[in-house]
């Protein structure tokens, strides 16, 4: 006779939300992170990777990956803001990068 195996489903069951207040301890971490804010960008190396790395940052709100809605330059001196949402709980935010070409 052939046993079953017993079949664990993954710990990571996907997106969910959290308590507003872990949801706020996360908010002001990723505010306080490169990138958080406009006075601290992320520093990049090119303009192709702003939207890999903005898509590779998680929501505060339920731990799923943002998605771009658009970036642009409004300040002038080398800093975008790229502005996301949540795929999942459509939590918005702006994300900030500096483009630093290499010398």
């Known amino acids: 006779m052939s046993r ?3 079949r664990f489903q993954s710990a990571d069951q996907g997106p969910y939300l959290v308590s507003d207040e872990l949801a706020r301890a996360r908010r002001q971490l990723l505010e306080l992170s490169p990138g958080g804010t406009r006075q601290r960008p992320l520093e ?3 303009a192709a990777v702003i ?6 940052t998680l929501c505060p709100r339920c731990s799923d990956h943002f998605e771009v809605e658009g970036h642009e330059a409004p300040f002038g001196q080398g800093v975008r803001e790229v ?3 949540c795929r999942f709980c459509d939590e918005r935010r702006s994300l900030w990068f500096r483009i630093n070409a290499p010398s």
């Open 4 to 6: 079953s195996k017993t």
């Open 44 to 46: 990049v190396s090119s």
């Open 51 to 56: 939207e890999p790395k903005a898509e590779g």
């Open 83 to 85: 502005k996301v949402h």
